[in-house]
């Protein structure tokens, strides 16, 4: 006979129904400062990221994403065979700061596929901020795919 070690929400061990975007919450870290906030200016009806501006901070979350999560969450952050569109995470799923923390801290395992934990990755570590300011700049709509240029 195995072993086999049963995880239960938070909500679910409460006798609460656990509907998808409760499971999305659970768990999480409680920050230790507020999310962080982007600065994005683009034209109306824009459709490219180049044609914006935006903050040191939001340009530094598009590099580190480019670099480091682009290769399974695809260009915009729209999604994979294998990873989530984390535009709806952020929108449909509710993904928040504290959540998003986690799993960079944690990884994930999902329906389709597994991601690693961020917490020894020293780039991703140095920049979680900045990657949250960009996903959440592109979530909300303020920032179209591409590449931005550099804040002068």
């Known amino acids: 006979?195995?072993?086999?070690?049963?995880?239960?929400?938070?909500?679910?061990?409460?006798?609460?129904?656990?509907t998808p975007a409760l499971a999305v919450h659970e768990p999480r870290v409680e920050p230790e400062h507020p999310a962080p906030e982007y600065a994005v200016e683009c034209p109306e009806g824009t459709a490219d990221a180049g044609a914006c501006k935006v903050d040191q901070l939001t340009y530094d979350g598009w590099k580190t994403f480019k670099i480091e999560c682009q290769q399974c969450h695809g260009g915009g952050a729209m999604g994979s065979t294998f990873a989530p569109n984390l535009m709806v995470r952020f929108n449909e799923d509710g993904v928040d700061y504290g959540r998003f923390l986690y799993v960079m801290n944690h990884g994930y395992t999902g329906h389709t596929g597994a991601m690693p934990s961020m917490e020894k990755n020293p780039r991703v570590q140095k920049n979680k901020d900045a990657l949250y300011a960009y996903l959440k700049a592109r979530a909300d709509g303020r920032l179209p795919n591409g590449r931005p240029p550099k804040p002068e």
Do not use: D, E
């Open 1 to 18: 006979m195995t072993n086999k070690l049963l995880v239960i929400p938070a909500a679910l061990a409460a006798g609460l129904a656990v």
